[in-house]
């Protein structure tokens, strides 16, 4: 199997935006960053201390909740597709190596959202 080029990765991304991808649409039409606030306050937690992972950032957490609804998908379909596909992790924001919220995750978060919206 060849070793990927250097700029392989720019290449798919750019056959992916040529086709009309409607996740790149999708990101390009809502700011994300407008729901950070309300986000911030519903996922605040006092931490302990600072040993251990860093939380998942609220946005990529909410983006994911969004996939799972356009796509229909359960959590753990959610996990395995972002991991699979360049286009969602584009949607993201997030490259090969960063670390993807698993399921259970993903379940947490929107459960918080739920407890903080009754």
């Known amino acids: 199997m ?7 990765l720019d290449e798919r991304h750019a056959q992916l935006s040529k086709q ?6 999708l990101n390009a039409t809502i700011p994300w960053s407008t729901f ?3 986000l911030n306050k519903l ?5 302990k201390s600072n ?3 860093k939380p998942y950032d609220v946005i990529l957490m909410f983006k994911l909740l969004v996939l799972q609804s356009l796509y229909n998908l359960s959590d753990e379909q ?9 286009s969602l992790m584009r949607f993201l924001g997030v490259s090969l190596e960063d670390r993807i919220p698993d399921a259970t995750t993903l379940w947490l978060f ?3 959202l739920i407890e903080a919206a009754s």
């Open 51 to 53: 040993a251990g992972r």
């Open 78 to 86: 959610v996990e395995y597709q972002v991991r699979d596909r360049l």
């Open 2 to 8: 060849p070793q990927p080029g250097f700029f392989d």
């Open 36 to 38: 950070r606030p309300v």
């Open 110 to 112: 929107r459960e918080s």
């Open 20 to 25: 009309g991808d409607p996740l790149e649409a």
């Open 43 to 47: 996922q605040h937690r006092e931490r």
